[in-house]
Every structure is written in C-alpha cells, then in structure tokens.
C-alpha cells in the first residue's frame, strides 16, 4: 500500500481542503450536534475532483443551526436549509427523511428525523448518499464508493420505490450519467424504463434544467442517447429521434440556447414556437432559436452575402455554420476564423456607426423630422455593408444626392 506523506495529508484534509464547511461542523459538534459533508461534495472528493459547493447535514435543527451562528440566512427553511455564511456560504441542512408523496415530485412534508443513516437513505444514487466528518471518515452505507469505481449510479434502494416517490430522479440518473461519464446500474435503468411515463408530473421548468445541464456536460451524446432509449423521451414533444446520434458532435458555445436551437433545426414538422413555448424557453432564448435558424436558412444559398455577415452576430454565425454542417450535412465554407474575419472585414458593426446621422440627413434634404429618417439610414447601411460606398461623410452625401436627388 502506498503511503502518503505527512504533508500530503494535511494539504488534503478537510480543514485545508473546505475550511469553511469545517468551520461550520466543528462549531456545530463543539455545540454537542453531528454534521458531516454530504452529497455531491463527497462524491467529487472520492471521485479525486473538486466540487462545486459543499453542503453540510446535521442532526441540529434549523433554529439551532440559527442560533449558533451569527449570521445565517434563511434559504429553505421548511425544507430543513439554512445558509451560514462563514468564509464562504454553506448549505446547512437539518437531517430528513420524506415520506409522504402524492404527486411523484414533491415531498408533501419533511421530517426532521435524528439519524445520519436515514438522512442518507433517502438520497436519490448512492454516490450521492455518503457522508465525511471532518476528519475525512467516510460513511458509506450502500457501497457507494464502489460504485464510483465502478462509474455506476445506482439508486439508493429499491429503484422503482424511488423513482416513483420523485419521478425527477429518473432525469437526474441521465444527467449525472452524462455529466461523470457513468452508467446506469441495470436495476435502476430498468426503473426507468418501466415507470417513464411518471415524468410527465414533473414541472417543465426542472426538465428543462436537466436537459441543459446535460447539454452543458462532457458526454451530451451519452446523455442523449439515455434519454432516447431509457425512454423518458417519448413523454416529451418533438423529434427526440431522428437525428439522435448528432449530439455526440454537438458544442454549445458557451450559451446553453444553443441546445435549443440545435433541436430546432432536427425538427421536421414541428412548430418551433410551440415547443420553445411547451419548454418554458424564455424570449431571449426563443429570439436566439430564432437567429440561428435564419441564418441556417440564408446559408441554404451556399452562402451568407455581405448583409447577412453584417446582420448576425459572431455567435449567431458560429452556431449556425456548424450546425447546418451536422445536422443537415451542409457543405458549409465557415470556419470559425472565417467569421472573425468576414465579421472584422465589414466597414461597420451597426448602423449606429454611420457617419451621418438624422440632423444631417434634415439639413441635406431641408425636409422635417420623420419616418423616412430611418428608412434613408437603413439603405446607407446596405450600401456601406455592400461597399457601394465609403463611410465617410462627403462621400455619404455625394452617394445620398445620386440616389434621392436626380
Ligand atoms: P451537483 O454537482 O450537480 O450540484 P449534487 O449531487 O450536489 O450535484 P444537488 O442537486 O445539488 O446535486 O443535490 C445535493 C444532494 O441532495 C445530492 O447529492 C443528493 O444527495 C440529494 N438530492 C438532490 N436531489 C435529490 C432528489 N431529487 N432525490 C433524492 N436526493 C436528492
Ligand atoms: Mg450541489
């Protein structure tokens, strides 16, 4: 066995490692309580990469919690969360169980219970349901340990009990199975593919961040594919199908719309706003779709002319010649430096950046102000955008006498 230095360890311990969270805990059991680090915290610890955030269970009440520390904040009080703001801001949450369920998602009442073990039972995998005190002693009563090693997520307990207890469960699995490149446990797909159609009682707005977050991950084809054949899919609208194995070439680009907007243009014979809209897709998020799918369509004509460059920005066009090239296997001649460079080639990058403005425009034609303001600014933009003319000002007025004045 390899031993560890003694430097390795005290770089590695709890309190180097998360002095916040250790902070919290040592309080907390100097004050006669338990508490531990749980949940995704302990899984990224055993997994040997740093987690997100890290929360805190114990068995002290909220209003104990509150009263030990001098500055909390209530966050979810009623399901048992309190966030102490020490260094940084930790999730301190009373342990629970929740057992009374009627519409497959949320708990109808929480139930502050006394032990760690039942805290744990009621956490959705098992990689997910183990606890280190703070001297890093892990706890781990379903072998979740063992299932990291063996990259499984496995329910904890009897998978279709709780997939039906929390139907967003089933979502989650998929979810993490893209995020940490994991399988499903076969018990546990099995769940899911018996008891799918208990998604529907899920509200739109919690799937829509599973999928997002699937579409974030490093494995959205995996993912895509879980979603497909673990059958949840089919309870939701749209072409899930068809194009399925082109997610395994997607990029999102930083703007998670992009996954919206990538199955948009899989959809045959769908409305694109009605599905936007079944999805809770936000105006920002339908108008991006939007965009993306437009400049699609104007690539149709082999390629984009000076306006449409002009018209998209760099994300819109970066989007768009990718996507076309994958799902509608367009021969499409963008590379992402040729945007930059097509985009930087263009003499402006509104029209608010024309030379001449309103004033000028009412002293050359000695007319008042009014809509054709706008509409002679619109076609000086087109033509600069085309290189007709310069963006200069003599040459703007010459230009404007030729077009409106003979
Ligand atoms: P992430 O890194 O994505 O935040 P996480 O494991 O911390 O992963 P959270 O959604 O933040 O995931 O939940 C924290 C913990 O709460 C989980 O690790 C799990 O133990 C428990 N949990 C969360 N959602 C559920 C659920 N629907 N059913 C049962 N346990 C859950
Ligand atoms: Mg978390």
């Excluded at 990224?44 to 520390?69: C, H, M, W, Y």
Aim: hydrophobic share 40%.
């Amino acid at each position: 066995m390899k031993r560890c230095t003694k430097e390795w360890r005290e770089n590695n311990m709890m309190k180097n490692r998360w002095p916040a969270a250790y902070q919290v805990i040592e309080k907390l059991e100097y004050a006669g309580f338990e508490a531990y680090v749980v949940g995704g915290a302990v899984r990224d610890f055993i997994r040997g990469v740093s987690a997100n955030d890290v929360d805190v269970t114990t068995n002290a009440t909220p209003n104990e919690v509150k009263q030990l520390f001098e500055h909390t904040i209530d966050v979810g009080i009623e399901h048992g969360t309190v966030l102490v703001v020490v260094k940084e801001s930790i999730e301190v949450t009373t342990f629970r169980s929740e057992d009374t369920y009627s519409d497959f998602r949320r708990p109808d009442n929480v139930m502050f219970v006394r032990s760690l073990q039942e805290d744990l039972q009621r956490r959705d995998f098992t990689m997910n349901a183990m606890a280190l005190t703070k001297n890093d002693e892990l706890i781990d009563y379903f072998d979740g340990r063992a299932d990291i090693k063996q990259k499984l997520i496995r329910a904890v307990g009897d998978p279709f009990k709780r997939f039906s207890e929390d139907a967003l469960r089933m979502l989650r699995a998929i979810r993490f199975s893209a995020q940490l490149d994991f399988s499903l446990h076969g018990n546990t797909l099995e769940a899911i593919e018996m008891q799918h159609k208990l998604i529907d009682r899920v509200s739109l707005e919690r799937v829509k961040v599973e999928l997002e977050k699937i579409w974030t991950s490093n494995h959205v084809g995996k993912g895509m594919h879980l979603f497909k054949t673990s059958k949840l899919a089919i309870n939701f609208p749209g072409d899930w199908k068809t194009y399925l194995d082109k997610w395994n070439r997607f990029l999102m680009f930083e703007n998670v719309a992009n996954g919206w907007a990538f199955f948009a243009l899989m959809q045959q014979s769908n409305d694109i706003n009605t599905l936007l809209n079944f999805y809770k897709c936000s105006n920002a998020e339908k108008m991006h779709v939007k965009q993306v799918l437009l400049a699609v369509e104007k690539l149709k004509k082999g390629h984009w002319t000076a306006y449409d460059i002009f018209q998209f920005n760099e994300e819109i066009l970066i989007a768009a010649a990718y996507y076309a090239e994958i799902i509608l296997d367009m021969n499409t001649p963008y590379e992402n430096n040729d945007i930059q460079r097509l985009k930087a080639a263009i003499p402006i990058a509104s029209s608010r950046e024309i030379a001449v403005n309103g004033n000028e425009l009412m002293e050359w034609k000695q007319e008042k102000r009014g809509p054709w303001i706008k509409e002679v600014l619109e076609k000086l933009t087109i033509a600069i955008v085309n290189g007709q003319v310069e963006n200069e000002r003599a040459q703007l007025k010459e230009w404007y006498f030729r077009e409106y004045d003979n």
